[in-house]
């Protein structure tokens, strides 16, 4: 089993920035999961915001982050990052990391195929 852990999520003003962690442990080992990380706004279905492939080689990103969210990660910290720039009050939310345990050299964009999930980071985004 793996576990996630995010920290990082608070309130912020539009046009700040934050950045989300998420820490793993268990098994499988970090290194080979490729990792997601999804938001759930009220009212609102989840969605993927951004991905990575286990060796940072192949990333994903939806259309409205673009160009303001990175993602990241570092291996030997077990540690997959979301840095968010220029925020804006629909990227209100809460953030989930998600683990994706199928050994491939890319990343899933499908949420069925995230099988381990952290509790969750709440992003508020104020005008």
């Known amino acids: 089993q793996v576990q996630l852990v995010e920290s990082g999520g608070g309130l912020v003003q539009a046009g700040g920035s934050l950045r989300l962690s998420c820490a793993a442990s268990g098994r499988p080992l970090f290194a080979i999961l490729a990792m997601g990380w999804f938001r759930q706004a009220p009212g609102k279905e989840r969605e993927l915001v951004a991905a990575i492939s286990h060796s940072a080689g192949s990333t994903y990103y939806a259309d409205s982050v673009k160009g303001r969210f990175t993602i990241s990660r570092d291996n030997a910290k077990n540690t997959v990052y979301l840095q968010m720039n220029s925020l804006q009050p629909e990227d209100t939310a809460v953030y989930y990391c998600?683990?994706?345990?199928?050994?491939?050299?890319?990343?899933?964009?499908?949420?069925?195929?995230?099988?381990?999930w952290g509790q969750g980071t709440q992003v508020t985004v104020s005008s």
């Open positions: 998600a683990a994706d345990p199928t050994f491939r050299d890319s990343y899933s964009a499908l949420e069925y195929e995230y099988d381990y």
